[in-house]
């Protein structure tokens, strides 16, 4: 009469799985990189408190879920800038300020992106500026990895938040 539970049940546990976990982590990364507001450290967070054996797939995951949305913020970028040059015919004024401090300070300045806020916005602005994309994307993921390797070591107890 009630086989019903038992499949719901079975249902819910392969979606608490730690493979479901990784998969909702990336996600979770992935949205964070991007405009959008996210908190895959959260996700991290409770993945590895419920499954500690996990924790360097986890560090792997979410850098590269982090990472990958970088590749789409840098992407929107670089194509809003495409599209203001190419259909409004306006050239973009590379003489301000903050971009020639950009410009000066180069991908190097991308390893802050891991920054709240701050970050989403320096790799907006890398594609606007059309930086290097291999260059930049490596030090976005050197800034990415470390936030998470900080956060990967306070979980295995190696650093005190305390």
């Known amino acids: 009469m009630f086989e019903w539970i038992n499949t719901l049940q079975v249902w819910l546990q392969g979606w608490m799985s730690a493979e479901a976990g990784l998969w909702g982590l990336f996600f979770s990364a992935f949205v964070s990189a991007t405009l959008l507001p996210g908190s895959s450290e959260f996700v991290m967070t409770a993945l590895v408190t419920a499954y500690p054996d996990i924790v360097w797939q986890a560090f792997a995951v979410a850098t590269a879920g982090n990472v990958v949305g970088c590749l789409l913020s840098y992407g929107m970028g670089y194509g809003a800038r495409e599209g203001l040059e190419r259909f ?24 802050l992106s891991f920054l709240p806020l ?9 594609g606007w500026l059309k930086l290097p994309l291999g260059a930049s994307m490596a030090w976005i ?9 900080v956060l990967a070591l306070g979980l295995l107890g190696v650093l005190s938040f305390a």
């Open 118 to 126: 701050v970050g989403d916005v320096l790799v907006v602005a890398a």
């Open 88 to 111: 409004r015919g306006v050239k973009v004024d590379m003489d301000h300020p903050l971009v020639q401090r950009l410009r000066r300070w180069g991908t190097p300045a991308l390893f």
């Open 141 to 149: 993921a050197a800034g990415k990895a470390a936030r998470y390797l």
